[in-house]
């Protein structure tokens, strides 16, 4: 919720900038507004032509939306015929997903490409209901520019916040893009109400503007497929931007050196959250590699033991074999999570129960040494106890 502070204050700062004029003119026109939109839906408003010659005056084609679909279609299509299972953390992941303890150590790129991959082809159907009835006319009327500079904002502002609200989960989608669109419709709409565009937009466009953006909240509140925090992020980055962009809209398209302004302020303010995320470890490879050492340890003194009952090898032997094989693996595993840095803290705890198997695993191979080279039973006894301990702590830090 942190990083939604920057973007409120550059909405508050955007709104602050109006004249005394125009905001008069947005107290009445919010007034009228209100009105307008009982009666248009009581009685209906027919197609209107002006809406049309307007789109078609201010951006003859569309291109960001359909290229936005060929991409988000052609990397699912992909994807689908990819090997793993579609939608699994791991093969989303080497598809570009973000993933804090990789995407903040020095893989930042995937806070955009995890905007064109999704986890099945409901989020798939879902993004595009929200986002193509919708993107098709606003793109015309914003610009294509000022629509996908928005696009990107909103949809890297959602990653980023993701990434600090749920570090230790797997963000694919593009919903927080989705709602900075909408975010950008609402600053639009604003501004339109202070100075009226010369037409109306018809009842019908805007019915199926409302199902397709109702049917994508949906979605996207059942799945869980983005955080409340995220997806406030993504409105409030395309409100923000919007505000700074939309102003005049009803006269003219945004011009390019406001663009290029908006876009750098979104980018300060990215590279400022981003600060605070570098570094954070990856630790599932370290947990991996310890319960190798686990499993290649306790083979080799269970073959060695196997010896030992056959008469083919000496106490002082499987002593040794502990003492030089067994107990620097356990150490040097120790040090390595030791050295570990920026933990996440939801990791935080199987870390601790790795540190703690390390330690009574260490202490038990240690203690049978002894039981072995002195022949005592009580000391065997103790090291099995303490190998018990060991073992929990193991299965406890297998649980991720």
Known sequence: MTYLVPLIVLAAATLYLLTPDERRRLGRALNEAA?????????GVPEDEAFRTALRERTRWAVVVPALIVLDVAVFARAVWAPGPLGEPAALVAWGASYAPVTTNGEWWRVITSLFLHQGPLHLLATLAGLVPLGLVLERWIGSAAFAATYLAAGIMAALVGLS?????????????????YGLLAASALWALVRRPPFR???????????????FLLYTVLSGSLGLEAALAGFAAGFAGGMALARGVSEHKPPVGRIAATAAAT???????????RGLVNILPELERAAVVETRTAAAYGEALGAFRKGWQSSEALADLIDGTILPEMKAGRARLQSLGKVPEEHRPLVAAAAEYFALREQAWRRRSEALRTANLRKLQEAENIERAALEAFDRMRAS
């Open 201 to 215: 937009v018809p009842v019908r466009t805007l019915k199926v503007v409302a199902v397709n953006g109702g049917l």
């Open 267 to 277: 980018l300060v303010i990215a590279v400022t959250s981003a600060i605070p995320l």
């Open 35 to 43: 009105g307008d939109a009982l009666r248009n839906t009581l009685r």
């Open 165 to 181: 609200v749920s570090p230790v989960d797997v963000v694919a989608g593009a919903g927080g893009a989705v709602l900075g669109v």
